[in-house]
């Protein structure tokens, strides 16, 4: 799934451009070490590569249908998703209840959590400065993608 003209169009509407890899791109592998680094007491150090990591391949499983969008706000911050970071998107994935989404909202794009409670969609921010959205029958409303990966400095 490629992202079409019109959604194209709707995101540069709303002020943002698609970064898009070029799936024809030569990939960038980086060493991947045998051991997994401690998040408690520190381990000795593995000297031994295991393999390497293509990023675009682990970031990026359905390249074609992936997109990266940059967060402007503070309401996602509890999912750890603040101002500034990156999104990787894929629309091969539908959404599902708990997932975290990027929705078109009356021509407004946003970043929520997706939640379908009984038929009632709501857009849920991770912040309690922000009041969730209810979907009414008379917006228009679309899932642009789903939140894979967030890419942020320290």
């Given at each position: ?23 024809h ?14 998040a ?8 031994y590569?295991?393999?390497?990591l ?36 894929d629309?091969s ?8 989404v ?5 021509g407004?794009?946003t970043?929520k ?10 857009l ?25 990966f ?5």
């Amino acid at each position: 799934m490629t992202l079409d003209a019109r959604t194209i169009e709707k995101l540069a509407k709303v002020g943002l451009t698609v970064m898009r890899r070029d799936v024809h791109a030569p990939s960038s592998t980086v060493p991947l070490f045998i051991s997994k680094v401690a998040a408690g007491m520190p381990s000795p150090a593995d000297d031994y590569v295991e393999k390497t990591l293509d990023l675009n391949e682990y970031c990026l499983p359905h390249s074609e249908a992936s997109f990266f969008l940059k967060v402007s706000g503070n309401s996602m911050t509890g999912a750890d998703i603040h101002d500034g970071d990156i999104l990787v998107v894929d629309r091969s994935i539908p959404p599902k209840s708990g997932q975290v989404v990027i929705a078109m909202l009356d021509g407004e794009l946003t970043v929520k959590r997706f939640l379908n409670e009984g038929g009632r969609v709501l857009l849920k921010p991770e912040n309690p400065n922000y009041p969730t959205i209810t979907i009414g029958p008379n917006q228009d409303f679309s899932v642009m993608g789903t939140v894979i990966f967030v890419v942020h400095k320290f």
